[in-house]
Structure formats: structure tokens, C-alpha cells
């Protein structure tokens, strides 16, 4: 079975300063691994995605994870912080036959002016 | 276009209640997921359709809920006999997967049915 841990429930950051949000995997099989957003009262929005292809993958909104196979993990980083980027993020790894999603329990991104 | 709507936002509904909740994903969109997101918790995998098949009901809590997709488009969840551990966030997302796996077919989720029992 694959599981995904959040290692932080909450991260707090200044504005224009690096994000990191860290993301553990556990999975029998070559995953593949996501990251969600959700901003207040929206929907979730798919920020990027791993799918065996490269291992340093680039999403919407200058946020970007590295898979490393070594380490289980998946950690999402931004080079400077937004106002805009305050949201929860979630870590998501797929099951084997890729037909469902496995969720973190979200990491809650604080940014301060 | 128009994205995976949900209806209706909010529900409040006592202890005991049946409950319906609505989905309609984006047009020609084979997959369809029930998920259910609580307090403090990461979503939850409830029940999975894809086209004509046998849906994947395993994450479903108990029989108390099921889900049923019509004409393969517009899905309804319902939880019958609600009790206070049923208030959560539910939502719906669906994905154009044409028998590739998920990495093919990003979902797009819906923004969610905020169910309280009380």
C-alpha cells in the first residue's frame, strides 16, 4: 500500500523569502506524486506533477519538487514567497494502478508582509 | 469552460437525516471520485466511477453511505441516518482518464459540499 506524510501541519514564512514544504512517500512501486492547492473557499488545483520523467519537475506559479527515490521524497519549493501562495497544500501519491489518489493531511502555508 | 460543480455548498441537517449530495463534473469526463476532507485531516477516498464499469465503492465508511452516477455524468452521494462524525467536506472531482492512469489525467476537483450534522 503507498502512503504519504506531511511533515508539517504548518509553515510559516515571510514574504520573499524560500518555501518548503516537506513530503515523505511510502509505495511498493514506482509512484507517481502530485501536489494540490487549495486557497480559502476554492476548489483544489493541481500545482504539478511527477511521472517518472524528470526527477526535478517545474509547476504553475514558480513552485517546483524534486523527487528523490533515495530519500522517499517529494518536498515542494518556492524561491520567494507571495501573499498570494497562502493556502494548504497537499502531497498526493497515486495507487499502483494509478485509478486513485492517496492525500497528506495538508501542510497550511502562512506568508506575513 | 465550466468547471466540476457541487450542490449544494452548505447543508446543516440533524442527527438521524438522509442527505443528498450533488455532482456534476465537466462535460465528457469518464471519471468521476467522491472524496471527504475533515477538520485537521487529509482527503479521504470514498468511491471511484469510471464509465461503464463496476464502481470501486472500498473507501465508502459504511453502508450507510452510497453513490450512484446516472447516464454516466451527474453523481449523487447519499449518507443515510447521518451521525456527528459525518461532518466533513465532501468532495467531487472528476478527470477525462481514457484508460491511461492518473498521471495522464489530472483531476479537477470541485469546490465541495460542506456537510454539518448537528
Known amino acids: 500500500a503507498q502512503s504519504v506524510t506531511q511533515l508539517d501541519s504548518h509553515v510559516s514564512v515571510s514574504e520573499g523569502t524560500p518555501v518548503l514544504l516537506r513530503c515523505n512517500y511510502s509505495s511498493s512501486y514506482s509512484p507517481s506524486l502530485f501536489w494540490y492547492v487549495q486557497h480559502p473557499n476554492k476548489g483544489l488545483q493541481l500545482l504539478l506533477k511527477?511521472?517518472?520523467?524528470?526527477?526535478l519537475v517545474k509547476g504553475i506559479n514558480g513552485f517546483e519538487a524534486e523527487f528523490k527515490k533515495s530519500e522517499t521524497s517529494f518536498h515542494l519549493t518556492k524561491p520567494s514567497a507571495h501573499m498570494s501562495d497562502a493556502a494548504e497544500y497537499f502531497c498526493?501519491?497515486?495507487?499502483?494502478?494509478?485509478?486513485?489518489?492517496?492525500f497528506g493531511a495538508g501542510t497550511i502555508l502562512r506568508v506575513k508582509s | 469552460g465550466a468547471g466540476v460543480s457541487q450542490s449544494p455548498s452548505n447543508k446543516v441537517t440533524e442527527k438521524g437525516k438522509d442527505v443528498e449530495l450533488r455532482c456534476d463534473p465537466i462535460?465528457?469526463?469518464?471519471?468521476l471520485y467522491w472524496y471527504r476532507q475533515s477538520l485537521g485531516q487529509g482527503l479521504e477516498f470514498l468511491i471511484y466511477?469510471?464509465?461503464?464499469?463496476?464502481?470501486?465503492k472500498s473507501g465508502l465508511p459504511s453502508d450507510r453511505f452510497s453513490a450512484e452516477r446516472t447516464g454516466g455524468s451527474v453523481s449523487t452521494l447519499t449518507i443515510q441516518r447521518t451521525q456527528q462524525e459525518d461532518s466533513a467536506v465532501y468532495l467531487c472531482a472528476s478527470s477525462a482518464r481514457t484508460g491511461g492512469a492518473l498521471m495522464l489525467s489530472p483531476l479537477h476537483f470541485g469546490n465541495g459540499t460542506r456537510l454539518t450534522v448537528t
Open positions: 498526493v501519491v497515486s495507487s499502483e494502478y494509478g485509478n486513485k489518489l492517496v
Open positions: 462535460s465528457g469526463h469518464t471519471a
Open positions: 466511477f469510471q464509465g461503464n464499469s463496476a464502481p470501486d
Open positions: 511527477y511521472t517518472s520523467a524528470a526527477t
